[in-house]
């Protein structure tokens, strides 16, 4: 037969069968004529023909090279591998000699930024991103996949008669310690030495003496044995011979003597000249030596005693440096031979028990037997241990290592111990006689090549020993081997004899002079078949014993003349003359027929002498026997056989068989019948070794039998079958043995007749369609159900055989193989075969029975390998009958055989490519299982939701990864196969709503990676339909988004309103990663019961994990056993399972479900720019007016987590969008949306990776630019960015702690402040615009029809200086967080900061206005209070009027609008001049914030939440807090304003409440004017700051306002507290005790300073150079308003330095200071912005006191008087001024200064003018006080007579004395 290659376009491929791999000496058996033994011939045929293996039956799939995962850069602390990443490219690209494959392909290898761009955009250009697909599915194995699937095929390795473990075994030296004359000879075998059975043949050797050395040379090779499994009972037997002693010559004590130690130099000669003459040989020593020594051995091979040269290493690992693993490889089955520890040891055994006498090898281990002299010799061996077994090619490792799975010890030939026998030296005592001394490292990397159709390597120079127990293995004899070893044992004569047997072959008795047959091997391997074979040698012996094994080859027919000749020899063992000649006794024959089966020992009399047809009954009387005719010679035969069948019942099949082909048997076929059927009762063992032969017969006998025999054939095969099946089964569904025959044995008789495929299709349905009608066919049919897998493939491959045969020669070189095209009636019988098995699964699984899945596997394995020979709309008929047959939503177990079914369908090499049924259509396969999966996803089964989901995504990694579909048209093609089904999901979202989590994301990620290959016009079709759809559409991007979104634990930040939440951590379904493939998680699990191996250079591991690598209910390491006993107390978290991981393995999932959530971001990026182009041309259906679609899109990615690559490419994108779509963005209806894009952009600015913080400035920057073109200007879009600014602050942490404790500005803050400066330098835009890839003229705003460049530089800095204000007030506001009880001032500035930086924004104006109200209510600080709330109405007020006077022309419609709504309310009540009045109470209260009021309406805020209601609320609430301020004026001015909205509202009784107030404010303010006593409302002090822990304060003075019962000192204590808590130990605080002008460079600079000073508040008109002093009241006749922004204090000094003096010395400095605003403020405290300095001389001091006194004393006779009682002076006031002005006790004070400036020296130091002025003061008070004294004589009565005496006294006296002055004081007085 033709080989069917591969290679010229046919499925088989030839495997040469290797039947004479290690006996050539069987191939005469293949050319003898066998005509009239066809079961001969079959089964010449079996061991004859070469396998033919079908490639494409359990799939073809090449795969291309496994992507790599780059690290991707998320914000957070590890932003800066962005630059170790940048660093590393750069000095990859620096060696040039670096190849791509020298980079590891580890998944999480890191790449730089340039090699990332390069795969992706380099291989597919119209692609943002990578594919989801493959880090979703990052370990994809689809053989793995495959392997899941129920009732799956896997495929078996090569049919082998040989097991793994091999011994090779080679004989290095002999020595003795006499020396080595002679050579000498030797056996060595298997042997068990528990049950004394030898287990294999002898391997023979000889050893030579080399003349005058006493070392030798082996002459043969190695010999290998074979081993079912280690044994403690399995030794080597050795055995020596010599040539046999001469009498009286030397004897073999010499080599056990110990003197004397050398043998003489004529005993030498002797013995040599001896051995030249003497044929024969006797037996010398012998000796067994154990392999496997241990009280527990593995089955593997466990460890075993140091003793034995099999010794593992019990002490510890191998070094990796002292051994090597060798790995080839061979092309079958994609596998490799591991041969692990391929070293070997060497042996010295020096217990060689001396022989005295012949025996038998059933005495060797007799304890009766004496064990005599050992020899004093060692034979020294090379002992190897080969373990062959296939591995999975996953466990190789980088290196080409292998990763041992199996941590056995016996799987290591040589190991440490050995080792280290090694390096102490040989002469180390051993346990035992074995020494060893080395290990030869020389064979350690042998390479071994595997033929095929074995399991071992090839040695063919070595010699094979056949293993005996291959005879008794139930497995199929799979080579020639037809042998009769013979092993002669006793002979038993009357006389002492030197006997020795020669044993030959012959093919009959009727010449005795004709030569033997050539059937004896020969003991020294390459020499051909030899004629004779002699034993050893039996010296004077009676009873003669031998061990001899003669091993003959059997002819291919045995007659009854064959038979086996002995023949007894005698010799003499003397020379004389000439050498000794030996002398025939006897003989003794045994036909081969009649004996070759007996199992026992066979005994046979000794012929004299032989005469013709000495076999032949009629000849005894002719012969005579030695010893009276008696049974003396006792021998053994082993057949080992594999044409010779030992079960009779084989036998005759095989004889009845060849009577029947022959047409020998009347009547025809009635015994083949009988013998067909006697097959049942065959052994099993029997049965299973001639199972190819049996399965063959019967299979030509369903071909052409006859119905009779077809059906007792097909019976019988069926019975066969399930024997096989039953009584070696491993478990598996598929038999092992019925595979391997299957695949590789069945050849369909090689093409010498008919095909069987169409006669075993017609019995099998003929029997199938009884069944159906309802016969009685019995329980066969059972069993024909159970086995249908093996009929069916048996169908199929003879089908694809022909279908070979037939294109074989007319087939163009490189063209597919057309399809068979079958025979009408062929087909049609399989078409009711397939529908009887269909009707067989639909009923059966509706009883629940197992079978029916498995006959369901079957059916659909059959349409799959069908698929690949016939045409494939015949097979469509196979599958649209079954689908027919389970349509719709059925039983669920009904379903989950359809699931199965298709999954095994569409798993076809050609699935993409398989036309439809029609020739019009388009792949009916694709279209069939997108039907059912969408149904399965709607059913309520989990499993089989589960399960339909899980094909679908398998069916994707398998087109993506197929190296046959890379090319774009390829993808387009697959992705527009499956398109129909995103259409079926749209048509019923509710289904996959209904779906959970994991099923969502395999629907998912199907769809991405549909959309993703479909092009630019089947995308546009989909968006056509309308617009609900295109919207569902984008719904499941934004699932997608939601699904795989990576949340980054490390992040610093929370993201707005889609902040991260922990993990949904379940206790019902634990797994390692909830965003990648349920796959994964049974990958992470295998790779975590791996122990690492060691680190790679690249730090990674684990390409791809072995499923079967340890129990998967015990823990492999103590981490894994730790992350056990964790999840059993917590429950098995994802968290928990991710920390018991391995940190490679974690790594490796970090980096997959990052490159994950980056790929599905960029692939829901994409087509958000292709529907932006598509909608940019009205083409498809969506909301034009909102772009829904687009902005849902850009809000769902810009709220998650993203790494770099994927804001390098968004930003190119909101170019494209803003550019294109702009004017429906910037749009109110799209506030909400610009709103969020402008939070996220002030979020990125914060990040801590410069290239994504970079990009986010940019972004600011195209939201100006469009607002400049679309606007003009920037008012909203700067209202926008403060209110997301304001969001933002509650996220961003802003401070941080220092090591002293303190709060200060965090990085956060600090990168935020430099985004917004760049935002508004031009000199980096440029720059920004370059690195980001983005056109040059992005930022140009050029109007149509215009040159005019809208964008203005200036006002995008006044935008960029708004936000940072708001910035730098909410900073100071955080960090004064933790003092903010302590400092009470600094917190109120920072509430008031924050108000005035948001002023542009109502709704936050108030609201951080409110909260200063509160805190200054918490400081009972009413006045500043009120202010608050007089400010929040005033701004109500404002946009009230700013709605009733509009005062933009372009906001004209809105504000329209606006006042409609409030004249329909009567709300229009006030005007401009109410605005100005509530500005006199707060001066902060302007028409600033109206212009912005309109531009503020973004979503919840602006001016239609502020009412007049809301306005007059807070009016009320200021007005109760100027009451108790006790500043009733303010009062009066509020109620004014509230009165007009209550008489527009008619509201009577609200005005009747405020005019009631209103008379009692009156009557307050009239209190207070009447009162004796000055009113005070606060108390005013000026606090200078010194010192550099002040900060800002640092040389600033502030003016505080107190409540009026707030002294200095209270001040000063108040301050020091505050301070001294923000002062560290390393500074000191000092209050500077006076009011003096303070030099700041003169103070000490680790020290601070308060200088406290109270000052009072200057009146509007008040002059403030007169020289009076300030001690009356300040209020005046009328009712003013105690606003102030000017106050004073007066500082006494003297020129010479001093404080104080005398009053000519005296000065006085007055010091006006300016505020920054008015009190009552918003705050307790103003900053000063200007003082003022007066000086006033002593003698003007002087004036200025005498003139304050003469002023109050007028003050009080001059008030006014109503009425006779209320109106006079009140006399206790007018008591204390005179007392104070005349009385004796107080004139020093005018008398003083009369001395002072009026007598000596200092009257004439002033001036005439000065001088007149004291005069004229000092008269005037005078005249005052003497007019004072009458009006208190009229006013007192009796009880004042006395102090009225005294005051008249005091005046004169006053008088007298100032006479002494002012000489004219007597005249004027």
């Known amino acids: 037969m033709e080989d069917y290659t591969s290679s010229s376009g046919y499925r088989f491929r030839r495997i040469q069968h290797q039947l004479c791999a290690s006996n050539p000496e069987f191939e005469p058996l293949l050319n003898e004529n066998m005509d009239q033994w066809p079961h001969l011939n079959e089964l010449i045929q079996c061991y004859k023909a070469d396998w033919l293996v079908d490639e494409n039956k359990y799939g073809r799939y090449e795969s291309i090279a496994p992507p790599s995962f780059p690290n991707q850069i998320y914000e957070g602390p590890d932003t800066d591998m962005e630059t170790e990443m940048r660093l590393a490219s750069e000095r990859i690209s620096k060696n040039e000699d670096a190849s791509y494959d020298d980079v590891p392909s580890t998944s999480g290898r890191q790449m730089s930024e340039i090699s990332l761009h390069k795969s992706s955009f380099n291989c597919q250009d119209m692609h943002f991103g990578e594919c989801p697909l493959p880090p979703y599915e990052p370990a994809f194995d689809w053989e793995n996949e495959r392997s899941l699937i129920v009732g799956q095929r896997t495929p078996e390795t090569l049919p082998t008669h040989t097991s793994g473990l091999k011994i090779t075994v080679k004989v290095l030296s002999l020595s003795f310690q006499v020396g080595l004359i002679e050579p000498f000879y030797g056996t060595i075998c298997l042997y068990n030495r528990d049950r004394k059975e030898k287990l294999s043949e002898d391997f023979h050797f000889r050893v030579l003496p080399t003349e005058g050395q006493d070392v030798n040379t082996s002459l043969l090779h190695r010999a290998v044995f074979s081993l079912d499994a280690p044994s403690a009972s399995i030794c080597l037997l050795i055995q020596l011979e010599r040539t046999a002693t001469e009498e009286g010559g030397v004897t073999t004590s010499v080599y056990s003597r110990k003197e004397p130690v050398h043998m003489a130099e004529r005993e030498k000669q002797k013995l040599q000249v001896w051995s030249r003459i003497m044929p024969c040989r006797q037996s010398f020593a012998w000796t067994i030596f154990p392999l496997f020594e241990s009280n527990n051995v593995a089955a593997a091979g466990g460890a075993v005693s140091p003793s034995s040269p099999l010794t593992p290493n019990v002490s510890g690992p191998t070094p990796l440096d002292t051994f090597a693993e060798h790995v080839s490889k061979i092309t079958l089955d994609g596998k490799q031979a591991q041969y692990s520890s391929g070293s070997s040891v060497i042996v010295e055994i020096s217990n060689l028990n001396k022989v005295k006498e012949s025996y038998t090898e059933d005495l060797l281990l007799d304890p009766k037997r004496k064990v005599h002299k050992p020899v004093k010799g060692v ?60 290990i030869n490292r020389k064979d350690i990397c042998r390479n071994v090549s595997i033929p095929a159709g074995e399991d071992h390597p090839d040695f063919s120079d070595h010699f094979q020993a056949f293993d005996f127990r291959r005879m008794t293995r139930s497995e199929p004899f799979s080579q020639l081997f037809h042998c009769l070893y013979v092993y002669p044992l006793t002979v038993s004569l009357g006389r002492k004899r030197n006997l020795f047997i020669r044993i030959e072959m012959r093919k009959d008795d009727a010449d005795i002079q004709k030569q033997p047959l050539e059937a004896v091997f020969p003991k020294e391997q390459g020499q051909t078949l030899e004629k004779y074979a002699h034993t050893q040698i039996a010296v004077g012996a009676r009873m003669a014993c031998y061990h001899d094994e003669v091993k003959l080859c059997l002819p291919a027919i045995l007659t009854p003349q064959h038979h086996l000749l002995f023949t007894f020899f005698h010799v003499d063992l003397l020379m004389k003359l000439e050498a000794p000649k030996p002398v025939i006794i006897g003989y003794a024959a045994l036909p081969l027929t009649s004996h070759i089966q007996l199992l026992s020992d066979v005994s046979l009399p000794i012929l004299r002498e032989l005469v ?48 029947h082909n022959l047409r020998t048997s009347p009547p025809w076929g009635s015994e083949l019948l009988e013998a067909i059927n006697s097959l049942k009762n065959v052994d099993s063992t029997a049965l299973l070794q001639f199972l190819q032969p049996i399965l063959n017969l019967l299979l030509h006998l369903i071909g052409d039998g006859g119905e009779t025999l077809q059906v007792a054939a097909f019976r019988a095969m069926v019975n066969i079958l399930t024997r096989v099946q039953q009584e070696s089964s491993d478990g598996a569904d598929r038999n092992s043995f019925l595979v391997k025959y299957v695949d590789y044995a069945f050849n369909d008789f090689g093409g010498r007749q008919a095909p069987v495929y169409a006669g075993l299709s017609t019995v099998w349905g003929s029997l199938a369609r009884s069944k159906a009608k309802g016969y009685r066919v019995g329980p066969v049919y059972d069993d024909v159900l159970a086995m249908a897998w093996f009929f069916l493939e048996l169908i199929v491959k003879s089908m694809a055989l022909e279908q070979s045969r037939l294109f074989y020669h007319s087939l163009p070189s490189g063209e597919d193989v057309p399809p068979l095209q079958l025979k009408e009636g062929v087909f049609r019988c399989i078409i009711q075969l397939y529908d009887c098995l269909l009707t067989e699964v639909h009923e059966r699984c509706k009883k629940g029975l197992g079978l029916a899945k498995r006959l369901n596997s079957c059916l659909a394995f059959f349409c799959y390998d069908l698929l690949s020979i016939i045409e494939p709309r015949q097979v469509f008929e196979l599958v649209s009958l079954y689908i027919d047959k389970f349509a719709g939503v059925c039983q669920s177990v009904l379903h989950d055989c359809k699931l199965t079914f298709l999954q095994i369908i569409c798993d076809h090499d050609l699935f993409v490519e398989m036309p439809g049924r029609d020739p019009s259509d388009r792949n009916y396969l694709s279209s069939v299982l997108i039907q059912e999966i969408f149904l399965t996803l709607d059913h309520d089964d989990l499993s089989q939701r589960a399960k339909a989901a899980r094909i679908l995504v398998v069916l994707m990694c398998k087109h993506e990864f197929d190296s046959r579909y890379q090319k774009q048209e390829d993808k387009l093609y697959i992705a527009q196969l499956y398109f129909p089904f995103i259409g079926q999901i749209l048509d019923e979202m509710p289904v996959f709503y209904n779906l959970n989590a994991t099923e969502k994301r395999e629907v998912l990620i199907v769809i991405l990676q549909i959309i993703r290959n479909l092009d630019g016009p089947s995308l546009v079709k989909a968006w056509q339909q309308s617009i609900a759809r295109t919207r569902l559409f984008f719904k499941l991007l934004e699932e997608c988004l939601v699904h795989f979104e990576h949340k980054k634990p490390a992040d610093s930040m929370l993201l707005g309103c889609s902040s991260r939440r922990p993990d949904n951590e379940g206790h019902d379904s634990p797994k390692y990663s909830d965003r990648l493939s349920p796959s994964i998680n049974t990958y992470l699990s295998e790779a975590s019961r791996q122990e690492v191996r060691g680190t790679p250079e690249n730090g990674y591991l684990w390409h791809r994990v072995s499923p079967q690598l340890s129990s998967p209910n015990q823990p492999y390491s103590l981490r894994e056993a730790l992350a056990q006993a964790q999840s059993s107390r917590i429950g098995a978290t994802t968290r928990a399972l991710r920390e018991s991981l391995h940190p490679i393995l974690r790594q490796k999932l970090e980096v997959w479900e990052e490159n994950l959530s980056t790929a ?128 933002l602050m509650s996220d961003v942490q802003v401070t941080q702690m220092k090591p002293n404790g303190s709060l200060e500005e965090s990085g956060e803050a600090r990168r935020l402040r430099k985004s917004l400066e760049e935002m508004a330098d031009c000199t980096m835009t440029v720059q ?17 029809n215009s040159t005019d460049n809208l964008w203005s530089w200036s006002e995008v800095k006044y935008l960029s200086d708004s936000l940072l204000q708001a910035l730098d007030a909410a900073l100071e506001h955080a960090v004064l967080a933790s003092v903010m009880t302590i400092d009470r001032y600094a917190a109120a500035e920072s509430y008031h900061k924050l108000a005035m930086a948001y002023a542009s924004v109502p709704d936050l104006h108030i609201m951080w206005l409110l909260h200063l109200c509160d805190a200054h209510q918490e400081m009972q600080s009413c006045a500043e209070a009120a202010q608050c709330a007089v400010a929040v109405a005033g701004v109500i007020m404002q946009v009230r009027v700013a709605s009733v006077f509009p005062f933009l022309s372009w906001l004209l419609a809105l504000m329209t609008f606006l006042c409609q709504a409030l004249v329909g309310r009567n709300d229009a009540v006030w005007n401009r001049e109410h605005v100005a009045s509530l500005s006199k109470i707060c001066p902060m209260v302007s028409n600033a914030v109206a212009s912005e009021a309109s531009a503020a309406e973004v979503e919840g805020y602006g001016a239609s939440k502020l009412t007049v209601d809301s306005a007059v609320k807070y009016l009320q609430l200021a007005n109760k807090l100027f009451s108790q301020a006790e500043l009733y004026h303010f009062c009066a001015n509020i109620l004014e304003l509230i009165i007009p909205v209550y008489k527009s509202r008619r509201a009577y009784g609200q005005l009747a409440k405020c005019h009631t107030s209103l008379s009692s404010i009156y009557d307050s303010i009239l209190e207070q004017e009447s009162s004796p006593i000055t009113f005070i409302d606060a108390t005013y002090y000026r606090v200078g700051f010194y010192g ?3 900060g800002k304060l640092d040389r600033k003075e502030y003016v505080y306002r107190e409540p009026r019962d707030v002294r200095l000192g209270d001040i000063m204590e108040k301050l020091s507290r505050i301070y001294e808590s923000k002062i560290d130990g390393s500074h000191t605080l000092h209050i500077i005790p006076d009011s003096r002008q303070v030099n700041a460079e003169e103070l000490q600079p680790d020290v601070c300073y308060l200088q406290i000073t109270a000052v009072d508040p200057v009146m509007e008109d008040e002059d403030l150079e007169s020289r009076r002093e300030r001690i009356f009241s300040l209020s005046t006749g009328s009712v003013r308003a105690r606003v102030f922004d000017r106050f004073l204090f007066d500082t006494p000094f003297t020129k010479n330095g001093k404080t104080q003096g005398g009053l000519e010395d005296q000065w006085k400095r007055r010091t006006v200071l300016q505020t920054q605003g008015s009190f009552p403020a918003l705050v307790n405290r103003l900053l000063v912005v200007k003082s003022e300095s007066l000086e006033f001389s002593p003698v003007e001091n002087a004036i200025g006191m005498i003139e304050t006194r003469t002023a109050a004393l007028r003050n009080e006779l ?50 005439s003018q000065e001088l007149q002025q004291l005069i004229a003061a000092l008269l005037e008070f005078m005249a005052v006080c003497k007019r004072a004294i009458r009006v208190h004589f009229r006013l007192i009565g009796e009880e004042d007579q006395d102090f009225h005496t005294q005051l008249v006294n005091g005046f004169q006296s006053l008088t007298a004395e100032l006479s002494h002055y002012i000489p004219a004081i007597l005249s004027e007085l």
């Not at 041992?404 to 040589?414: E, H, M, V, Y």
């Open 1160 to 1287: 599905v971001s960029l692939q829901v990026l994409e087509i958000a720019d292709k529907f932006s182009v598509a909608a940019a041309s009205q083409s498809i259906a969506t909301d034009y007016g909102k772009l829904d679609c687009i902005t849902s899109m850009m809000m769902g990615l810009f709220s998650r987590s993203q790494p770099l690559a994927f804001w390098k490419a968004f930003f190119s994108v909101l170019n494209n969008i803003f550019s294109v779509h702009g004017a429906t963005l910037m749009a109110r209806e799209n506030d909400r949306f610009l709103k969020q894009i402008a939070f996220h952009l002030l979020r990125l600015a914060v990040f801590r990776n410069d290239s994504i913080r970079k990009r986010a400035v940019l972004g600011l920057q195209i939201l100006i630019r469009n607002s400049f073109y679309y606007f003009t200007n920037t008012t909203r879009l700067r209202v926008m960015l403060t209110i997301t600014l304001s969001e």
């Open 379 to 438: 034979l020294k061996l090379e002992v190897e241990k080969l373990h062959t077994s296939l591995i999975d090619v996953d466990n190789i490792s980088d290196g080409g290592s292998i990763i041992n799975d199996s941590n056995d010890a016996g799987d290591r030939f040589i190991e440490t111990s050995l080792g280290k026998h090694h390096s102490n030296g040989p002469d180390i005592p051993r346990s035992g006689s074995l020494k060893f001394i080395g």
């Open 1328 to 1344: 920004f615009i370059n690195d980001c890839g983005l056109p040059g003229n992005a930022l140009e705003a050029f109007s149509e």
């Open 612 to 659: 013709p047809h000495y076999l032949q009954d009629n000849s005894k009387e002719r012969l005579h026997f030695l010893e009276d005719g008696k049974n003396v010679f006792k021998l053994r035969l082993r057949l080992c056989s594999y044409l010779i069948p030992v079960n009779e019942r084989i036998r005759d099949f095989f004889l009845e068989y060849d009577r």
């Open 1758 to 1807: 001059e008030e006014p008087r109503s009425s006779e009682n209320d109106q006079l002076p009140r006399l206790q006031s007018l008591q204390r001024i005179l007392q104070g002005s005349v009385a004796v006790q107080v004139n020093s004070g005018v008398l003083s200064v009369c001395k002072a400036f009026l007598s000596g020296e200092p009257a004439t130091r002033l001036r």
């Open 1588 to 1590: 550099t822990r002040f």
